[in-house]
């Protein structure tokens, strides 16, 4: 049976006709704004109640403000993370690690992977980054002078990256870029068999690493111990999971929406080329204005919370896309201002869960972009086509094929 999309608690006056997967301009839209339309619920309360705000229909409580946000991502005695989002497609249940766990197991876990993914590891990656991007880069201005960007460049530069990181070699990229296609935009058909074949491709490599030990991720995963006690099979596959889903379309997103905008700002976009400096800043204003991810807890017990009466078992949504365009924490806030300071956005979420790969996604993204800027003359979007945007727990952007003949 079908969830009921409005619980018999939620107060009439509190639902709103708004949803991050069906509202106007969520639904792959040609020339779409998902995040501009996500704006309009900051003339509206600081919660209420959204129907169908969840891939599988669901209906969530939605938090406007930011500093809300803050609180409900700080309190994980009474928000959880325990959701399994990727096993219950499978119609298992085990969490993805440590993005689904909870105090305590979750800080044990976070310890172990933090050191992974610290500045001083990203320095060291940072070489194998770059030659990545430019030898995307370099082979898409051999072929012409125009591109998709996100299956040309976005989607191969972050999957090729997750490889290295697994210590794989790039020759299987391909099919784990038709994975993580089928996984994100396939039917449930196609996502379920993406989500086996990704299972069983973990599965596979954890057991191959344990037999014949390498220096990458997965052998460190393998060999490392918890509480004296090594890792189970699910716990193994909970991480290398979470690391496919976490890294890989997240920054493809974020590549494909900033070159999006600089295409469409070819001022900005020069100012950018001619002082390289101000990308890494002109980022994190893109990240601001373009965050890709709806962060969703469930409520561990009832609670009151502005108004509202969250009652245990309920989904509450924390979209960074809403915090990041909050008029009550930033000035102008839907306006793009790539020279913006203070920009404390919630674009990789807040509290104890806060993104673990975000230093080696910035890195990503400022490389990415420095080499395209460096390497393809003013661009723009091509003409008689039209990027499609979406909404969702993921926003994202396609078919965006831009020119510079
Ligand atoms: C622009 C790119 C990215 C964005 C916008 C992003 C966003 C986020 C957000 C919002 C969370 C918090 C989720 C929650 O609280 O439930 C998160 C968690 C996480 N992210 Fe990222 N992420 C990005 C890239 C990456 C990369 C490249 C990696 C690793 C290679 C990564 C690894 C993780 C991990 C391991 C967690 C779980 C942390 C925990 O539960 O303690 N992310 N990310």
Request: aromatic share 8%.
């Amino acid at each position: 049976m079908a969830p009921n999309p409005v619980p018999d608690h939620v107060p009439p006056e509190m639902v709103r006709d708004f949803s991050l997967f069906t509202s106007p301009g969520m639904l792959p839209t040609p020339n779409g704004d998902p995040h501009a339309a996500v704006a309009c619920v900051h003339e509206g309360p600081p919660i209420f109640y959204s129907p169908y705000n969840t891939r599988d229909g669901q209906g969530t409580w939605v938090i406007t403000r930011a500093k809300d946000q803050r609180r409900v991502l700080q309190d994980a005695e009474t928000f959880s993370s325990h959701r399994s989002i990727f096993a219950s497609a499978l119609g298992e249940n085990w969490p993805m690690i440590p993005l689904e766990l909870d105090p305590p197991a979750h800080g044990v876990f976070r310890s172990l992977l933090s050191p992974l993914l610290s500045p001083k590891r990203v320095l060291v990656l940072e070489p194998a980054v770059r030659e990545r991007a430019i030898a995307l880069i370099k082979r898409i201005v051999a072929s012409g002078r125009s591109c998709d960007v996100m299956k040309d460049f976005a989607v191969p530069f972050t999957v090729s990256i997750f490889l290295s990181f697994l210590g794989l070699p790039d020759h299987r990229l391909d099919t784990f870029v038709a994975w993580g296609k089928d996984l994100l935009h396939g039917d449930d058909e196609k996502r379920q068999v993406a989500a086996r074949t990704i299972v069983a491709f973990i599965d596979e490599l954890a057991a191959v690493r344990r037999k014949e030990p390498a220096d990458d991720f997965m052998t460190f995963v393998v060999q490392a111990k918890v509480e004296g006690r090594p890792l189970t099979h699910e716990q193994v596959r909970g991480v290398g999971v979470l690391l496919f889903v976490a890294g890989a379309d997240t920054v493809a997103a974020a590549l494909g929406f900033d070159l999006a905008y600089l295409a469409r700002n070819l001022k900005e976009q020069e100012w950018l080329r001619s002082e390289p400096d101000r990308i890494a800043p002109a980022a994190e204003e893109l990240l601001r204005a373009y965050p890709t991810v709806q962060i969703i807890r469930v409520a561990k017990k009832d609670i009151d919370f502005e108004g509202a009466p969250i009652r245990k078992g309920d989904y509450v949504s924390c979209a960074t896309m809403i915090a990041n365009r909050d008029p009550t924490e930033f000035e102008r806030p839907n306006t793009i201002d790539l020279a913006r300071q203070e920009n404390r956005h919630a674009a990789f979420g807040y509290g104890p869960h806060r993104c673990l790969g975000s230093h080696l996604a910035r890195r990503e993204i400022v490389i990415g972009l420095e080499e395209w800027l460096s390497r393809i003359p003013a661009f723009r979007i091509k003409e008689s086509t039209a990027p499609i945007a979406h909404g969702g727990h993921l926003f994202g952007i396609e078919n965006l094929i831009l020119d510079w003949s």
